[in-house]
């Protein structure tokens, strides 16, 4: 089975430096450990561990400036892309449309994609958390998932990004489970594993690993420290089988 501790590092480098931190960190050979580094970096990490590009552009060329493409990302060595991440949705206005146009490209340059997905806290007090995941799975539907050996999908609800409230192992249980519903009937070919991400910590990852019934974490500010990061890594490879 596979399973996966990945860094999120954001806009952030870790505060104790990039060689002390690799120094610092305990990857066990049970777990994917994958670290997502700003664009400038990709090729410098990519020489010392698995990367992720946080982001790609829904464009394969052309006039757009700022923008970093799939082809573009892989030629720096990274493997996986994360695609449809709240900040982007949220802070930079990207919608499920461009996030379709994003997976098509990040699959056509042989990137495993890392598609999130997860409710903000209205949707979730409505009762309505499990639907709002579902349309994000289907909307995200584009032909060349039949031919992606693998994707990722991660929960990350947005009321848990960033703010220490994580979700408990139980909500991302139910949670995985209609994602495992949604993505058999609207992806029916892709091979996909399941993730969680929002606030987790070496204090939370026991619960989840324990009754989480994740293939493995998104990262974000624990993923930062050394010590931590290694700390949930340890706890992914200790994962059963889902
Ligand atoms: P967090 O971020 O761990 O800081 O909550 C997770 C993410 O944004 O992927």
Redesign the pocket.
């Given at each position: 089975m596979r399973r996966y501790a990945i860094a999120?590092w954001k806009m952030n480098l870790p505060p104790a430096g990039v060689d002390a931190y690799f120094e610092r960190l305990r990857a066990p050979r049970e777990a994917s450990v994958v670290i997502a580094p700003p664009f400038p970096y990709l090729k410098e990490i990519a020489a010392r561990a698995t990367v992720a590009a946080q982001n790609c552009a829904d464009q394969p060329s052309g006039a757009f400036t700022g923008e970093v493409s799939a082809a573009m990302i892989r030629d720096c060595g990274a493997k996986f892309a994360i695609i449809g991440?709240s900040e982007r949705r949220n802070i930079f206005g990207e919608n499920d449309a461009m996030i379709a146009r994003k997976l098509a490209l990040a699959i056509d340059a042989a990137l495993t994609p890392v598609l999130c997905v997860g409710e903000n806290q209205n949707v979730r007090d409505d009762g309505q958390a499990a639907a709002f995941v579902a349309t994000q799975i289907k909307l995200t539907a584009v032909p060349q998932l039949e031919r992606a050996s693998e994707i990722l999908i991660a929960y990350?609800p947005v009321w848990?990004?960033?703010t220490g409230r994580n979700a408990t192992g139980a909500m991302v249980a139910e949670m995985a489970g209609h994602i495992r519903d949604a993505s058999s009937r609207f992806w029916p070919a892709a091979d996909v594993s399941i993730l969680y991400?929002?606030?987790?910590t070496p204090e939370n990852v026991g619960d989840l690993c324990e009754n989480g019934r994740v293939d493995g974490y998104?990262?974000?500010?624990?993923s930062l420290d050394p010590f931590k990061f290694s700390a949930i890594c340890e706890g992914v490879a200790g994962l059963a089988e889902t």
């Open positions: 999120n991440h990350e848990a990004i960033g991400g929002g606030s987790v998104l990262v974000g500010g624990a």
